[in-house]
Nanobody, 122 residues
Framework: QVQLVESGGGLVQAGGSLRLSCAAS????????MGWFRQAPGKERGFVAA????????YYSDSVKGRFTISRDTAKNTVYLQMNSLKPEDTAVYFC???????????????WGQGTQVTVSS
């Protein structure tokens, strides 16, 4: 079993930055891909970013490419999402996920955190 706990969400003005963290416990996630997804009110959960198990590959949704950066610290069993130039449309609950396959599809991830709220004011 893998437990994932997100932190770092909050309220920020448009143009600001936040860094989300996802701490894993239980089994190690060092051999697993990690992803970030988000869900805005009234919308389906959507892909944000993913990083392969060895951090050799990253992938971003078009809406965040160039503004967000995903990274991982294997020693700390933690994944990060650095979010810059935030926009009101980035407002959502952000979820961390772990899976065996490096993918943008939520169905490929079998462990999920509870989410952290990010609100961007205009």
């Amino acid at each position: 079993q893998v437990q994932l706990v997100e932190s770092g969400g909050g309220l920020v003005q448009a143009g600001g930055s936040l860094r989300l963290s996802c701490a894993a416990s239980g089994r190690t996630v060092s051999n697993r891909a990690m992803g970030w997804f988000r869900q805005a009110p009234g919308k389906e959960r959507g892909f944000v970013a993913a990083v392969s198990w060895d951090a050799g590959r990253t992938y971003y949704s078009d809406s965040v490419k160039g503004r967000f950066t995903i990274s991982r610290d294997t020693a700390k069993n933690t994944v990060y999402l650095q979010m810059n130039s935030l926009k009101p449309e980035d407002t959502a609950v952000y979820f961390c996920a772990s899976g065996l396959i490096f993918s943008m599809y939520s169905r490929m991830y079998d462990y999920w955190g509870q989410g952290t709220q990010v609100t961007v004011s205009s």
